[in-house]
T-cell receptor
């Protein structure tokens, strides 16, 4: 079965640069979520989209923005990168409602 | 965020049952209880979820207390591949998941 696809899998950027992470949800899933997991930490919810509209916002810095496109894929844009942004970024998708979320393999972002 | 309380770590012998407890004493009537696990270097993986009744699937069973203030995830026969951090999550009206600290399960061969 198709899973959530994230690209790139690894990304190295320097401080103050920008980065774009992409997420392709499972077909027919209408909701996409972004999570950040710092080293040794638990995943933290950043933002979610339902039917291309932002549905909820967590601890996402103002330097980050995201959107969901007409084909339901989503992009997380990160600007003015800081060392503390180094983390694993997971995308998940689901059907809208109290249903399970399916996570992608993550993008490991390293900021130097 | 929606609070749950879990032990930081647990150990189990291989091929024995494991009972992972979770307290969610402030749960409301419409909150679902979800369990996810995260294996090393992987994204979280859905395990099971329920509302009021006990639930079974191919991975595990979920036993929910009658007052819904606690639940227990049951792995019927632990294998080495079950070693992971297990998260109990109270899923509120918002669809996003709030991960707590979780329980790190070690399976001893």
């Amino acid at each position: 079965a198709a899973g959530v696809i994230q690209s790139p899998r690894h990304l190295i950027k320097e401080k103050r640069e920008t980065a774009t992470l992409k997420c392709y949800p499972i077909p027919r899933h209408d909701t996409v979520y972004w999570y950040q997991q710092g080293p040794g930490q638990d995943p933290q919810f950043l933002i979610s989209f339902y039917e291309k509209m932002q549905s909820d916002k967590g601890s996402i810095p103002d330097r980050f923005s995201a959107q969901q496109f007409s084909d339901y894929h989503s992009e997380l844009n990160m600007s003015s990168l800081e060392l503390g942004d180094s983390a694993l970024y997971f995308c998940a998708s689901s059907l809208d409602g109290p249903y399970e979320q399916y996570f992608g393999p993550g993008t490991r972002l390293t900021v130097t | 965020d929606a609070k749950t309380t879990q032990p930081n770590s647990m150990e189990s012998n291989e091929e024995e049952p494991v009972h992972l407890p979770c307290n969610h004493s402030t749960i409301s009537g419409t909150d679902y209880i979800h369990w996810y696990r995260q294996l090393p270097s992987q994204g979280p993986e859905y395990v099971i979820h329920g509302l009021t009744s006990n639930v079974n699937n191919r991975m595990a069973s979920l036993a929910i207390a009658e007052d819904r203030k606690s639940s227990t995830l049951i792995l019927h026969r632990a294998t080495l591949r079950d070693a992971a951090v297990y998260y109990c999550i109270r899923k509120t009206g918002a669809n996003n998941l709030f991960f707590g600290t979780g329980t790190r399960l070690t399976v001893i061969p």
